[in-house]
T-cell receptor, first 114, second 117 residues
Framework: ELKVEQNPLFLSMQEGKNYTIYCNYS?????LYWYRQDPGKSLESLFV?????AVKQEGRLMASLDTKARLSTLHITAAVHDLSATYFC??????????????FGKGTHLIIQP | DAGVTQSPTHLIKTRGQQVTLRCSPK?????VSWYQQALGQGPQFIFQ???????QRGNFPDRFSGHQFPNYSSELNVNALLLGDSALYLC????????????????FGNGTRLTVT
């Protein structure tokens, strides 16, 4: 059974600081997704990582994937309050690609304080 | 362009009752998945529908069933409700070609908050 573990589960940080969220998964996969969820809202896709060594950046967020270590990271640079949200990683091990059922981590609840 | 729409937004039911939740996928999308998100947890995959058939299923009992219509909209039915079924139910859609060829991400709706008392 595929297991996806995120850490930390809760993170409070100050604006302007850098931090990294980690996502480990238990079964070989080369497809990993990062989503953001604001309170009371749905999930918004952030990144799709499809191969070993993949790195993607959008604004202050950068995600990377190491399939050999079964590890993905989401790095936050110079955090701002607007990035406060819950961040989920999700892994798909089936052969059908991104349309298949995903296994999500428990999420990292991020609070960025002024 | 409307995204994924779900109805109702909130629902309160009693143990033992049955409930039907509805989902209209994003325009151009033909594959619909349902997820259950308990409070403080990540979404859990229930099942996926493509071409009006259940294509994949997660670890959920047979009390959870679904349907997909020719216009790609979908329903999630839950029978014999338990207190533990209280959760946010999320519908997600993707176009099969993009999803299976380019690993396009799922587009999620805002969910239906189900409370079982």
């Amino acid at each position: 059974e595929l297991k996806v573990e995120q850490n930390p589960l809760f993170l409070s940080m100050q604006e302007g600081k850098n931090y990294t969220i980690y996502c480990n998964y238990s079964t070989t996969s080369d497809r990993l997704y990062w989503y953001r969820q604001d309170p009371g809202k749905s999930l918004e896709s952030l990144f799709v990582l499809l191969s070993n060594g993949a790195v993607k950046q959008e604004g202050r967020l950068m995600a990377s994937l190491d399939t050999k270590a079964r590890l993905s990271t989401l790095h936050i640079t110079a955090a701002v309050h607007d990035l406060s949200a819950t961040y989920f990683c999700a892994v798909d091990i089936r052969s059908g690609g991104g349309a298949d059922g995903l296994t999500f981590g428990k999420g990292t609840h991020l609070i960025i304080q002024p | 362009d409307a995204g994924v729409t779900q109805s109702p937004t909130h629902l309160i039911k009693t143990r033992g009752q049955q409930v039907t939740l509805r989902c209209s996928p994003k325009s151009g999308h033909d594959t619909v998945s349902w997820y259950q998100q308990a409070l403080g947890q990540g979404p859990q995959f229930i099942f996926q529908y493509y071409e009006e058939e259940e294509r994949q299923r997660g670890n959920f009992p047979d009390r959870f069933s679904g349907h997909q219509f020719p216009n790609y909209s979908s329903e999630l039915n839950v029978n014999a409700l338990l207190l533990g079924d209280s959760a946010l139910y999320l519908c997600a859609s993707v176009d099969s070609y993009g999803g299976w060829t380019y690993n396009s991400p799922l587009h999620f709706g805002n969910g239906t908050r189900l409370t079982v008392t």
